[in-house]
């Protein structure tokens, strides 16, 4: 997801309306974006907090177990070997690493995030997780996980204001309709 423009027009925009359906379960679009760069001025890496929570201006985000900073390390290098053509973090089992990366995985694969405003009128809060475990040989991280963790802010505000050409052009549409 770090890679916006390598996606499909159709992979852009469910990307896009993901990320506006959380947006508005917590707040609008500026909530989500501080949620995010709270995440990014964190030092160090809010994964590896012992508490498994980070406090953020209207709420916090939690998750259900903690990540070692080694383990944390082995997913970092994992994620820079994914291809587009093979997003699996998974490696072949003839590979050296393959037990350690199989055990990081097994240990992170129920990982789950928890979003959670201090005010109901703030918004309702959601929930995601953070690796779609396919079958013993593939493992896949969600969108959602990357973007939070991973991704740079200005990646997440281009996701959000993407407005495909088709889009564009059916909204214009109902515009003149409209004013006709």
């Not at 587009?84 to 789950?112: C, F, H, Q």
């Not at 396919?134 to 200005?154: N, R």
Request: net charge neutral; with cysteine.
């Amino acid at each position: 997801m770090c890679h916006f423009h390598k996606l499909s027009n159709d992979e852009k925009i469910l990307l896009r309306d993901q990320l506006l359906a959380y947006a508005a379960l917590i707040g609008g679009k500026n909530a989500l974006l501080k949620l995010l760069e709270t995440i990014r001025n964190t030092s160090p890496h809010p994964l590896i907090s012992k508490t498994a929570l980070l406090r953020f201006p209207k709420g916090l985000i939690k998750w259900n177990k903690n990540v070692h900073r080694d383990n944390l390390s082995l997913l970092s290098s994992r994620m820079n070997a994914r291809t587009d053509e093979n997003p699996n973090l998974m490696v072949s089992k003839e590979d050296k690493s393959y037990k350690n990366v199989a055990n990081m995985l097994r240990s992170l694969g129920p990982l789950t995030f928890t979003v959670a405003m201090n005010k109901e009128e703030d918004g309702l809060g959601f929930n995601f997780k953070a690796f779609e475990i396919v079958d013993s040989d593939t493992t896949l991280m969600t969108p959602m996980f990357e973007l939070f963790f991973f991704c740079s802010v200005s990646i997440t505000k281009k996701i959000i204001n993407y407005a495909a050409n088709d889009d564009a052009g059916i909204d214009n549409a109902q515009e003149d309709d409209e004013t006709l």
